[in-house]
């Protein structure tokens, strides 16, 4: 591989304007090691099998998948991919116990019952759930869960062929057990979905006693502490020059997002999360009614987890009556610019 580089594969996916995942493979002589799989599709591992051919590599000689995280693109093609050549499958162990405990059927279900607590109507849960994939794709988690997943954890460290070892740093957020690996000597890391270039990585809330957005900005921060001027190879998109760079962005657009929410609350008092969402400003869209379903569904997540965050501060409280929750400001002054400024300041502790 030149330069010390893995070599980097598009496998196709049918999501929305992502179009491709990136697989990162490491090879050497008769030994290769994947990081992530595509989909349990047909033409996601026939596009990844071609690009690993295209690049010298032959299929038969994987020996190991690793998985960044818990997500259908970047987690199931393993199943097909595993059975046929009997590599081994590597996989975070806080999304393996999603993956074995929870299943992916539940766990879309407690989410919608979320939603529906939070105010939202039930003709737009039922848009959710007529488009979204979760029953499509359980077969593929239950191919995955048979292969019998090794769990990663902090601090593992993983021989990845003409490229010595890299580091499991685990980055919960995004997903709950979602890693990255590190090479410090060489100055790398494989990010997953943790940063990516151009878009921001979907944080959603699904359950009211955890904080997956102040998990996030907490990996975020550690990356930006560990990683300056490191390069950062993402599951979607081109290399990230400087990953710390690129975290910093992510930090301060979350603290925009976190002060916009305060701004929102401030003008209307108390509101369900539906309700703010719907004046939440979302990029690509006009309004929300221009939202598409699954967009909906990641808005009203990110919104949730926002508020939650906001309310693990002590900036909002959190309210529930008649069978709905709502939030309202916890202050006694809607001094809101400064606010946003303590908000920057927890972000990056």
């Not at 309310?311 to 009556?321: H, I, N, S």
Request: aromatic content about 6%; hydrophobic content about 40%; some cysteine.
């Amino acid at each position: 591989m030149q330069g010390g580089m893995p070599f980097r594969v598009e496998a196709w996916i049918p999501i929305g304007d992502l179009g491709s995942v990136n697989v990162y493979a490491f090879t050497e002589g008769p030994t290769t090691v994947l990081v992530d799989s595509g989909m349990f599709s047909g033409k996601s591992v026939y596009t990844l099998l071609k690009g690993l051919r295209r690049f010298g590599v032959d299929p038969r000689s994987l020996e190991r998948v690793v998985v960044t995280h818990y997500h259908v693109d970047h987690l199931t093609g393993a199943a097909i991919l595993c059975e046929a050549l009997g590599a081994e499958l590597m996989l975070a162990r806080g999304d393996l116990e999603l993956l074995l405990h929870v299943g992916v059927e539940q766990y879309f279900r407690g989410a919608l019952e979320l939603l529906a607590l939070a105010g939202t109507p039930r003709t737009v849960l039922e848009e959710i759930a007529r488009s979204s994939p979760a029953v499509r794709v359980a077969e593929a988690y239950g191919a995955v869960a048979e292969l019998s997943p090794k769990p990663l954890g902090e601090g593992d460290r993983i021989g990845m062929p003409g490229h010595g070892y890299y580091l499991v740093m685990e980055t919960p957020g995004h997903t709950p057990g979602h890693i990255v690996l590190v090479s410090h000597g060489r100055r790398k890391v494989l990010l997953g979905d943790t940063v990516l270039p151009g878009i921001t990585p979907h944080v959603s809330l699904h359950s009211l006693d955890s904080d997956p957005l102040g998990d996030y900005l907490s990996s975020l921060s550690r990356i930006a502490r560990e990683m300056d001027g490191y390069q950062g190879l993402p599951g979607h998109g081109d290399p990230i020059k400087d990953v710390a760079t690129r975290t910093r962005e992510l930090i301060a657009h979350h603290v925009d997002r976190l002060g916009e929410i305060v701004n929102i609350l401030g003008k209307i008092g108390k509101a369900t999360a539906f309700e703010v969402a719907q004046r939440v400003r979302w990029r690509g869209a006009e309004n929300w009614g221009s939202l598409p379903p699954l967009g909906k569904y990641l808005a009203l997540g990110e919104t949730l987890s926002h508020l939650r965050r906001l309310e693990v501060l002590g900036v909002v409280e959190r309210l529930e009556a008649g069978g709905r929750l709502q939030w309202r400001l916890a202050v006694n002054s809607l001094d809101t610019s400064r606010i946003v400024r303590r908000l920057g300041v927890e972000a990056l502790k």
